[in-house]
């Protein structure tokens, strides 16, 4: 059974983002890295309240070359773009998956390789980049090394309290941080 493995917090750009986030929850994010397949690149947060859990801040990196697919997580989406010009949003999240092959379903998409430095995952992606299954199922992950991002992370001082759907694409996290409690949505 896949368990939670990282909310996916979307903005703009990563800078702003990453100021906003950080004003929120009153912690610095840490750099992540480019994911090159898609042109995206993340700053990342290790959030206690579960085994190796993490949340990921992903933007477009507009220094990237465009990809040849459509990005992961309706990034290239018109309407979600409309959304985050007003401010970063929870848009989904992942989930760890000790056999993907097994558990992925046509709804999940296309299992991808990828890789960041060291980091050697599989994801499950629509062809068309959309969430799976309309958002209302989170993307599968497996990692294909020993370690975790959350394991490289600083204790934040963050904790997920509570996450739940409010419909497709739409998830809300509860957060307890250190300038208290946060919802992210």
Not at 119 to 142: E, K, M, Y
Request: charged share 20%; with cysteine.
């Amino acid at each position: 059974m896949p368990a939670l493995d990282h909310l996916v917090v979307a903005a703009t750009d990563l800078d702003s983002g990453a100021r906003w986030l950080e004003d929120q929850l009153g912690v610095p994010l840490v750099p992540g890295g480019a994911h090159v397949l898609m042109g995206t690149h993340n700053r990342l947060l290790r959030l206690g309240g579960g085994e190796r859990l993490y949340l990921e801040l992903i933007a477009i990196n507009p220094a990237a070359a465009p990809p040849t697919r459509p990005r992961w997580f309706a990034l290239d989406d018109p309407a979600l773009q409309a959304r985050l010009a007003e401010r970063p949003h929870l848009i989904h999240w992942v989930a760890r998956s000790d056999d993907l092959a097994r558990e992925a379903t046509p709804a999940h998409g296309e299992i991808l390789a990828m890789q960041r430095g060291d980091f050697r995952w599989r994801i499950t992606v629509p062809a068309d980049g959309h969430l799976p299954d309309g958002g209302h199922s989170p993307t599968l992950i497996q990692w294909d090394v020993p370690f975790h991002p959350a394991d490289r992370l600083p204790e934040s001082g963050c904790t997920l309290l509570q996450l739940k759907t409010s419909g497709p694409g739409r998830p809300i996290a509860l957060l307890e941080a250190p300038r208290g409690r946060v919802t992210l949505d």
